[in-house]
Antibody
């Protein structure tokens, strides 16, 4: 069955970077894209960006594009999201989600979420 | 970015009620709309894509409709498992956006 399993919770200081992983199983990662979505405590869903696993094409949300990098490793079926220059407003649960191979798509499977806490 | 506005923000209903949630886009999104259900502490779950196509395994009491800028999610007979927060999401543009969510509460 399709599964996306994310890395564990992180606590970071302001200004630091965080990298979250998302290991895919039950499907061929290179045939899909992966989007990252975050949710601040008690808030709604915010799309962060998309990566095509086959071509490493990316498209980032405009307000994050200077701080975020998404990559994939098809040999291990793992996607990664790195966010730099962390600030308190980046405290959130970060989700990876299976997306289409083209940038415009919806999310049919989700990871379990990774809580990133930014605190001094 | 395309703005997505859901209404209402909160909805109080009873088991068995027919429930309708509306999602309005700031420009036409040509059916490229998905609906998700999220329960506390859990990842969202896809219910409907392309405005009206039911995802496999989703109960038939859920349905979606709409076109252009206005879309609706309907639950024909609310069940105890349906109390949750619902989000719409457009994928017409490369920069995808969600509505702010509608919380369906027990009346």
């Amino acid at each position: 069955q399709v599964q996306l399993v994310q890395s564990g919770a992180e606590v970071k200081k302001p200004g630091a970077s965080v990298r979250v992983s998302c290991k895919a199983s039950g499907f061929t990662l290179s045939s899909y894209g992966i989007s990252w979505v975050r949710q601040a405590p008690g808030q709604g869903l915010e799309w962060m960006g998309w990566i095509s696993a086959s071509a490493n094409n990316t498209y980032y949300a405009e307000d994050l594009q200077d701080r975020v990098t998404m990559t994939t490793d098809t040999s291990t079926s793992t996607a990664y999201m790195e966010l730099r220059g962390l600030r308190s407003g980046d405290t959130a649960v970060y989700y990876c989600a299976r997306d289409g191979v083209a940038v415009a798509g919806y999310f049919d499977y989700w990871g379990q979420g990774t809580l990133v806490t930014v605190s001094s | 970015d395309i703005q997505m506005t859901q209404s209402p923000t909160t909805l109080s209903a009873s088991v068995g009620d027919r429930v309708t949630i509306t999602c309005r886009a700031s420009q036409s999104i040509s059916y490229w709309l998905a609906w998700y259900q999220q329960k506390p502490g859990k990842a969202p779950k896809l219910l409907i894509y392309k405005a009206s196509t039911l995802e496999s395994g989703v109960p038939s009491r859920f349905s979606g409709s709409g076109s252009g800028t206005e879309y609706t999610l309907t639950i024909s007979s609310l069940q105890p498992d349906d109390f949750a927060t619902y989000y719409c999401q457009q994928y017409y543009s490369y920069s995808k956006t969600f509505g702010q969510g509608t919380k369906v509460e027990i009346k």
